[in-house]
């Protein structure tokens, strides 16, 4: 009898492990999912977007195989590759930002010297 309710609460374990990988497979998805369209719209590196997105395939299909733990692997592999991808359209982002600060500060800087000059001049014509 203690055999039968040892296998039991076994076999029960087993299906609430099995429905909470699908659950995280699932949310894995959709959360690739949700990256991708922000890495879009972000025009993020195509090349870097495309590497991500067989990951995502290949995660829906072993999915859909049945295969929780190839699926739940395929679809951490996306979602950081898609985080790589936003982190690095970020850096790009900032790094024209800065370029285009350095030239503004130049600018200023040259204008300031200009005006530092013309000042002499009047004092010195005064």
Not at 31 to 51: C, G, P, R, W
Not at 79 to 102: H, I, M
């Amino acid at each position: 009898m203690k055999i039968k309710q040892i296998l039991g609460v076994f076999l029960l374990m087993l299906f609430i492990g099995c429905a909470s990988n699908q659950a995280l497979v699932d949310s894995s998805i959709q959360q690739a999912e949700s990256l991708k369209t922000t890495a879009v719209a972000n025009k993020a590196s195509t090349v870097k977007i495309s590497l991500a997105d067989e990951k995502l395939k290949e995660a829906k299909k072993q999915n859909e195989a049945g295969k929780t733990e190839e699926a739940l692997l395929a679809a951490e592999e996306s979602l950081l590759q898609y985080r790589l991808v936003l982190a690095q359209s970020s850096l790009d982002g900032l790094n024209n930002d800065y370029e285009l600060l350095e030239k503004e500060v130049q600018a200023a800087e040259s204008y300031k010297n200009e005006l530092k000059s013309k000042l002499e001049q009047i004092r010195k014509e005064k």
